[in-house]
């Protein structure tokens, strides 16, 4: 998890936490233990569409070797972790999100 999650007296204060947390716990155990089963990487393999991954390199909850394993381009941000937080980290995705529609759309 992240630091601010972690931080006792922070999680009020940070922004889309709450939400996560209300997330997880109504996710039942079923799907989570359904979701372990599966091989996103392999899956992902087989999608012909043109794939953009952008991910933080100090993201502490999803390793950068899992986005390594994708098809496609990946934009690795230097000091941004798993919810992009960080400023400027959004702007940065916005940037790049809409450079790959330019580039992919009619």
Same mark, same amino acid.
């Given at each position: 998890?992240?630091?601010?999650?972690?931080?006792?007296?922070?999680?009020?204060?940070?922004?889309?936490?709450?939400?996560?947390?209300?997330?997880?716990?109504?996710?039942?155990?079923?799907?989570?233990?359904? /979701?372990?089963?599966?091989?996103?990487?392999? /899956?992902?393999?087989?999608?012909?569409?043109?794939?953009?991954?952008?991910?933080?390199?100090?993201?502490?909850?999803?390793?950068?070797?899992?986005?390594? /394993?994708?098809?496609?381009?990946?934009?690795?941000?230097?000091?941004?972790?798993?919810?992009?937080?960080?400023?400027?980290?959004?702007?940065?995705? /916005?940037?790049?999100?809409?450079?790959?529609?330019?580039?992919?759309?009619?």
């Amino acid at each position: 998890m992240d630091p601010p999650v972690q931080s006792p007296g922070l999680y009020e204060r940070t922004p889309g936490a709450d939400m996560e947390f209300r997330g997880a716990v109504a996710m039942p155990r079923e799907f989570c233990a359904d /979701a372990a089963q599966w091989d996103v990487g392999a /899956a992902a393999k087989s999608i012909r569409a043109p794939i953009e991954t952008v991910h933080g390199d100090a993201d502490r909850t999803v390793p950068l070797d899992h986005a390594r /394993a994708f098809p496609g381009t990946l934009h690795v941000l230097p000091g941004v972790g798993h919810r992009f937080l960080e400023p400027g980290a959004m702007e940065r995705v /916005a940037a790049l999100a809409a450079d790959f529609f330019r580039r992919n759309l009619p």
